[in-house]
């Protein structure tokens, strides 16, 4: 079973930095995608930032250049380094694992809470 404990929201001024961190149980972390979501109030979930198990990352427009997404095999932990915040990057940052074993299998983590003041 595998388990992603989130952790490192808060609340930042906008310009300012966070660095959230995933940490992920289990044997598979290795060799699956790791993405970033977020969900503001009254707007659905969407895809931030995603790195696949050779490391190769994507962003969503919003974010490009400012947020960094990385992953470290060892400690089965991926980060998402977000730098000069805005107030639309206001949400709750989930984390999610994805991975093909005869069927795709996906997992996800409770949330952090992100808030950018003005």
């Known amino acids: 079973q595998v388990q992603l404990v989130e952790s490192g929201g808060g609340l930042v001024q906008a310009g300012g930095s966070l660095r959230l961190s995933c940490a992920a149980s289990?044997?598979?972390?290795?060799?699956?995608?790791m993405g970033w979501y977020r969900q503001a109030p009254g707007k659905q979930r969407e895809l931030v930032a995603q790195?696949?198990?050779?490391?190769?990352?994507t962003y969503a427009d919003s974010v490009k250049g400012r947020f960094t997404i990385s992953r470290d095999n060892a400690q089965k932990t991926v980060y998402l380094q977000m730098n000069s915040l805005k107030p639309e990057d206001t949400a709750v940052y989930y984390c999610?694992?994805?991975?093909?074993?005869?069927?795709?299998?996906?997992?996800w983590g409770q949330g952090t809470q992100v808030t950018v003041s003005s």
């Open positions: 289990g044997g598979i972390f290795r060799i699956s995608t």
């Open positions: 999610n694992l994805g991975i093909t074993i005869v069927k795709f299998q996906t997992y």
């Open positions: 790195i696949t198990s050779s490391d190769s990352a």
